[in-house]
């Protein structure tokens, strides 16, 4: 059992940034494939970005890309994801998730086995 708890998330100006970390216990994070999820009001919960477990590979919707970052470090047992160049739809509650697949890049939320309860981001225009 892996239990997953997201940081970081809170109420930021356009353009600025923010770093999310999802701190995950109970097992070795180096086991597991990591995404990022993201729920905004009223709509239903999309991938964001994932990342294979030496983080050797990584994969982004969109949406995010160049501007999103998602990293890991095994040895904290931690993942990341940097948002740069925030933007008002960018609003929503965001989710880690792990999927015991470690070369998974997977963007479909049945690939992920745990997730972390949420972190709210918001974007102000």
């Known amino acids: 059992q892996v239990q997953l708890v997201e940081s970081g998330g809170g109420l930021v100006q356009v353009g600025g940034s923010l770093r999310l970390s999802c701190a995950a216990s109970?097992?070795?994070?180096?086991?597991?494939?990591m995404g990022w999820f993201r729920q905004a009001p009223g709509k239903e919960r999309e991938f964001v970005s994932a990342?294979?477990?030496?983080?050797?590979?990584?994969y982004y919707a969109d949406s995010v890309k160049g501007r999103f970052t998602i990293s890991r470090d095994n040895a904290k047992n931690t993942a990341y994801l940097q948002m740069n160049s925030l933007k008002p739809e960018d609003t929503a509650v965001y989710y880690c998730?792990?999927?015991?697949?470690?070369?998974?890049?997977?963007?479909?939320?049945?690939?992920?086995?745990?997730w972390g309860q949420g972190t709210q981001v918001t974007v102000s225009s």
């Open positions: 998730a792990a999927a015991n697949r470690p070369y998974s890049l997977s963007r479909a939320e049945g690939g992920y086995d745990y």
């Open positions: 109970g097992r070795t994070l180096s086991n597991y494939a």
């Open positions: 990342i294979t477990w030496s983080g050797g590979n990584t």
